[in-house]
């Protein structure tokens, strides 16, 4: 069975960190770049950050360039997002997702494996 599972989430204060998870299983993902995503309350889903497998390259959403980082460890078949200075705005779902190309990409509509999303909460 083919997932991605998220982890890591949680109620943290502004200014705060998080680090979150994404494991992934049942086939080989060496060919699909990773990314993650996320949606705050009555917003549409939304890049966030993404990286390919092999070559470590990453790219990210303006909104959060300089403080998130993320990073895969290919062993462990996980790919993580490393969240710092986290403000209100970024409480959303956050979203591991697969894309169905190599490199990376910010197109939605590129990823056709999802997982179930972690819940991040800023307070303020």
């Known amino acids: 069975q083919v997932q991605l599972v998220e982890s890591g989430g949680g109620l943290v204060q502004a200014g705060g960190s998080l680090r979150l998870s994404c494991a992934a299983s049942?086939?080989?993902?060496?060919?699909?770049?990773m990314g993650w995503f996320r949606q705050g309350p009555g917003k549409e889903r939304e890049f966030v950050a993404g990286i390919n497998w092999s070559g470590g390259n990453a790219y990210y959403a303006d909104a959060v360039k300089g403080r998130f980082f993320i990073f895969a460890d290919n062993a462990k078949n996980t790919v993580y997002l490393q969240m710092n200075s986290l403000k209100p705005e970024d409480t959303a779902v956050y979203y591991c997702a697969a894309a169905n190309v190599a490199w990376v990409t910010a197109v939605k509509v590129r990823y056709d494996i999802w997982g179930q999303g972690t819940q991040v909460t800023v307070s303020s």
């Open positions: 049942g086939r080989t993902f060496s060919d699909k770049a």
